[in-house]
Nanobody, 128 residues
């Protein structure tokens, strides 16, 4: 069965960095589009970043993280990553990876309803 397991979260001071990983199994990783979403306490889940299948030639970012976060994938290791730099207190949230397929436009990548499977999430806390 499909499994997505996030790791790398933690507590960091504002301005610091974290690297999140998502280990995938149970499907042909390279054939699927992947995304990161986050949910802060009392708020709805929101799109963070996404990467296209196979070579990951296409990436999308939320405006709030553009220039600070970088999404990447290693198909040989079935791993999705999110490098987060210049972290801000407002980045505090539970970060989850998700998998989908046949995304044809940016609206597909940013729509959580288009993703089929989700990980449990990893907590990121940024102190001021």
């Amino acid at each position: 069965q499909v499994q997505l397991t996030e790791s790398g979260g933690g507590l960091v001071q504002a301005g610091g960095s974290l690297r999140l990983s998502c280990a995938a199994s149970g499907f042909i990783f390279s054939n699927y589009d992947m995304g990161w979403f986050r949910q802060a306490p009392g708020k709805e889940r929101e799109f963070v970043a996404a990467i296209s299948w196979l070579g990951g030639s296409t990436t999308y970012y939320a405006d709030s993280v553009k220039g600070r976060f970088t999404i990447s994938r290693d198909n040989a290791k079935n791993t999705l990553s999110l490098q987060m730099n210049s972290l801000k207190p407002e980045d505090t949230a539970v970060y989850s990876c998700a998998v989908g397929q046949y995304f044809e436009s940016i609206s597909s990548y940013t729509d959580e309803d288009r993703y089929d499977y989700w990980g449990q999430g990893t907590q990121v806390t940024v102190s001021s």
